[in-house]
């Protein structure tokens, strides 16, 4: 190829600043980004962007900074139907008198589809393009996501006792199978193993889904260590805490998403980072029910791989991964008892790169660099409440509002232009989400 001649490329982006996330801290000021195919075809400077590509459509974005798609790590996106259904219970309470009960009468294909699209809207909105999502009927999550464009991990559920997704231990490993060998070649959906907690799913089970995902290469999701009556009662009934029965039998690895992780020793956090498995932290779900906090320095600390979840809209309210950065940060530096705990540059990664790494895809996306997925937001930081800048960084984590996002895509496909949703129906998600708020309200 002749050096001197254009490459033809699809998009250019030209910002005020990009933050690749790797190398860590680098922030470029008046760059482009080129995509190709979908994917990041280079970085240079914007003075130099015409030499190096031609591209069939160029946005300038001169108040702006544009950094990798958020990554939400955990959640349940069909049960932001039932945000703010029951507020300031704790965990167990909250789930057996009120989200279990509701789910039970309510949760069907349609529910699931209209609390998805609600969520990815939402998502979308706030810069987040990939997400992890442990829910029912997750055959049809996978349907709205590949509709609306995102990239997720979806877990197959596994429990012991039946529900509406399936009559008995074998029906749910089958099914995750089936899901596994479904979506395998699929470059947007990923299928996880995701057995709900520990207190909900027996040896055998676990021992069954571990064997399966160890075969299949499929990463196992679980929350774990959510609250310190989980491990007390765990102690009791098991005789030992349920980390160290997980590693027994045999669910800890580098495929290993471990959820919360609000109860931790100093050797399961050394055991965590030998295994090299990641933590998923979730500091508004942990904080509004009071569960406990993560030990999130001392995992980084320890080289452990920390990535950020907000967990359902039931338990959290929002799905606002730049609020949950926030929160990460401030609880982060208070738990640590540090102020230069968790500073922004490391929160950043939490919310791009580290969840990336713990789902498995950091091969593909994460970080702004050349031959990853072009999964990209931007976020004009010309507003009163991020001026004046300083330090990009600081704004995005400490300043900044999701409704400062004004562009989204996942590989190259644009989601979200000058705050526009373009591939879901906000009026008619509007309109769903009030036709269930009928159906919970009768049921509640
Ligand atoms: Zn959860």
Known sequence: MNSARPEQVDLLVQARWIVPVVPRGEVLREHALAVRGGRIAGLAPAAEA??????????????HVLIPGLINSHGHSPMSLLRGVADDLPLQQWLEEHIWPLENRLI?????????KLAMAEMIRGGTTGFADMYFFPDVVAECVIDAGMR????????????????????????????????????????????????????AQL???AEQAEVLGAPVHIHVHETAAEVEDAVRENGRRPLARLEELGLIGPR??????????????????????SVIHCPESNMKLASGACRVADL?????????????????????MIGEMRSAALLGKLVANDAAALPAPAVLEMATINGARALGIDRDTGSLET???????????????????YDVCSHLVYAAQSSQVSHAWCAGRPLLADGRLLTLDEGAILESAAHWRKQVRSEA
């Open 50 to 63: 015409a030499a190096v590509w031609q591209a069939d459509e160029v946005l300038d974005l001169e108040n």
């Open 108 to 116: 069907g294909p349609e529910f699931v589809r209209s609390g998805a």
């Open 152 to 203: 997720a991990q979806l877990c197959g559920p596994i429990l012991d006792f039946p529900s509406i997704w399936a009559d008995g231990p074998e029906e749910y490993l089958d099914k995750a199978r089936e899901l596994c060998e479904r979506f395998r070649e699929h470059p947007r959906i990923h299928i996880a193993y995701g057995p709900h907690a520990p207190y909900t799913v027996s040896d």
């Open 207 to 209: 021992r069954a889904a």
């Open 256 to 277: 290993f998403q471990c959820v919360h992780a609000t109860q931790l020793v100093d050797e399961e956090i050394a055991m965590l980072a030998a295994a090299g498995a």
């Open 300 to 320: 980084l600390d320890a080289g452990v791989n920390v990535a950020l979840g907000a967990d359902g809209a039931a338990s959290n309210n929002d799905l606002d």
């Open 371 to 389: 031959g990853k997925y072009a999964d990209l937001a931007a976020v004009d930081l010309g507003r009163l409440n991020t001026s004046p800048l």
